[in-house]
């Protein structure tokens, strides 16, 4: 019988209240929650397909499935990108907690994710039956041969981009153990250095031109305003992909025709996305600026939605502090021991919260 750790998030109840008793009210960048509006057209979008009598499609529409592939052509230069490798899913969160079981992970494997990283790696290999290995690089992992190797970049939650040449590497190792390598995408248009611009594990600099082993995880959560949605996509290697649909159509993991409507439109369109990316720099860089002043140091941040911060203290002890200003922010602790003396800071909240953020730092 598999064991979980307690939810996280429980653990900031305390400081929560504290904060919420601030008299300007919480300020609460714990949680990377979008706040702006859904897109119109994909509001509009859903209501057309509100009348939905029928089962949709496990693998999706022809018409979502060309928007997600014509998307990673356009926006993430993956040319080898083919509709027929598109498999939506209900929320990448999802994907994330079951890929090890629906991969067919057990006892005897590992399942490898950075030291650093979101809890639902670790979760998915414990629901999986499998061996959570968390790791700093793989050449430290020894003698493992894992089955199944997370990348993510950009973080979550350091917002590290890791270059072409890294993940290339990555890639030549595990294709030479036989593992898969997923790649969590879901920061991929929020880079913020321009240096040093995030790129998937598709893209032909780092596959060379060969999809083999390799999955990549891309949702409209962030993007495109849509949590509420639960929307996003598995796409790479076709066999595997393959393999992942079959499982899920006796599983019954299938995306609501409505929303499949919407996730279509939302991929098409790029005007929205670009609005705001523009909103999360404004507020990036007010709090950014605001948390130095504060004399906290910022590490890495280069792409994603948040910032990683120190006053190099236990974490705990940040919070505390914070949340006597009323502001919220997850201590790094959440996302593995190496955090220990971090801070994550969302600025996916309103541009009211975030200035009374800044004047309160």
């Given at each position: 019988?598999?064991t979980?750790p307690?939810?996280?998030?429980?653990?900031?109840?305390?400081y929560?209240r504290?904060a919420?008793?601030h008299?300007g009210?919480?300020?609460?960048l714990s949680?990377?929650?979008?706040v702006?509006p859904t897109p119109?057209?994909?509001r509009a979008a859903?209501?057309?397909a509100a009348d939905?009598p029928?089962?949709?499609?496990t693998?999706?529409?022809?018409r979502?499935?060309?928007?997600?592939?014509g998307w990673?052509?356009?926006?993430?230069?993956?040319?080898?990108?083919d509709?027929?490798a598109i498999l939506?899913?209900?929320?990448t969160k999802?994907?994330?907690?079951?890929?090890?079981t629906?991969?067919?992970?057990?006892?005897?494997?590992?399942v490898?994710?950075?030291e650093l990283?979101?809890p639902?790696?670790?979760v998915?290999a414990?629901?999986?039956?499998?061996?959570?290995v968390?790791?700093?690089?793989l050449?430290s992992?020894?003698?493992?041969?894992?089955?199944?190797v997370?990348?993510?970049?950009p973080?979550?939650?350091?917002?590290?981009v890791?270059?072409?040449?890294?993940?290339r590497k990555v890639?030549?190792w595990?294709?030479?153990r036989?593992?898969?390598?997923v790649?969590?995408e879901?920061y991929l248009?929020?880079g913020w250095?321009e240096a040093?611009?995030?790129?998937?594990?598709?893209h032909p600099?780092?596959?060379?031109?060969?999809?083999?082993?390799?999955l990549?995880i891309?949702?409209l959560?962030k993007?495109?305003?849509?949590a509420?949605?639960?929307?996003?996509?598995?796409?790479?290697d076709?066999?595997?992909v393959k393999r992942?649909?079959e499982?899920?159509k006796h599983?019954?993991m299938?995306?609501?025709?409505?929303?499949q409507?919407?996730?279509?439109?939302?991929?098409d369109?790029?005007?929205h996305?670009?609005?705001?990316?523009?909103?999360?720099?404004r507020?990036?860089?007010?709090?950014?600026?605001?948390?130095?002043g504060?004399?906290?140091?910022?590490?890495?941040?280069?792409?994603?939605?948040?910032l990683w911060t120190?006053r190099d203290e236990?974490?705990?002890?940040t919070?505390?502090?914070l949340?006597?200003?009323?502001?919220l922010?997850a201590p790094?602790e959440?996302?593995g021991?190496a955090?220990?003396?971090?801070v994550?800071v969302?600025?996916?909240a309103?541009?009211?919260?975030?200035a009374?953020?800044?004047e309160r730092?």
């Amino acid at each position: 019988m598999f064991t979980l750790p307690d939810f996280p998030w429980d653990r900031l109840e305390p400081y929560k209240r504290q904060a919420t008793e601030h008299p300007g009210g919480i300020v609460d960048l714990s949680v990377g929650t979008p706040v702006d509006p859904t897109p119109e057209p994909v509001r509009a979008a859903l209501r057309a397909a509100a009348d939905a009598p029928g089962y949709p499609a496990t693998y999706g529409t022809p018409r979502l499935r060309e928007a997600a592939a014509g998307w990673l052509r356009r926006r993430a230069g993956v040319s080898g990108a083919d509709p027929a490798a598109i498999l939506p899913v209900i929320g990448t969160k999802e994907l994330v907690a079951w890929l090890p079981t629906l991969l067919g992970a057990g006892p005897d494997d590992h399942v490898v994710f950075p030291e650093l990283a979101y809890p639902t790696y670790d979760v998915g290999a414990r629901l999986a039956g499998a061996r959570p290995v968390r790791t700093d690089g793989l050449l430290s992992l020894g003698p493992v041969n894992p089955k199944i190797v997370w990348v993510n970049s950009p973080s979550n939650p350091t917002g590290k981009v890791l270059p072409a040449e890294h993940l290339r590497k990555v890639v030549a190792w595990a294709r030479g153990r036989g593992a898969v390598v997923v790649s969590d995408e879901c920061y991929l248009e929020f880079g913020w250095d321009e240096a040093n611009p995030p790129v998937s594990v598709l893209h032909p600099d780092v596959c060379e031109g060969s999809h083999e082993g390799l999955l990549a995880i891309n949702s409209l959560s962030k993007r495109s305003n849509m949590a509420g949605y639960r929307a996003g996509f598995l796409t790479g290697d076709p066999a595997l992909v393959k393999r992942l649909l079959e499982v899920r159509k006796h599983a019954g993991m299938i995306v609501p025709a409505p929303v499949q409507a919407a996730m279509a439109v939302a991929f098409d369109d790029d005007a929205h996305v670009d609005e705001q990316r523009a909103r999360y720099a404004r507020r990036r860089a007010a709090l950014r600026a605001a948390f130095e002043g504060h004399g906290f140091r910022v590490d890495h941040s280069e792409a994603s939605l948040y910032l990683w911060t120190t006053r190099d203290e236990p974490c705990w002890d940040t919070v505390a502090h914070l949340a006597s200003l009323g502001v919220l922010a997850a201590p790094g602790e959440f996302y593995g021991p190496a955090g220990a003396r971090h801070v994550r800071v969302a600025f996916t909240a309103t541009d009211e919260r975030v200035a009374a953020a800044v004047e309160r730092l």
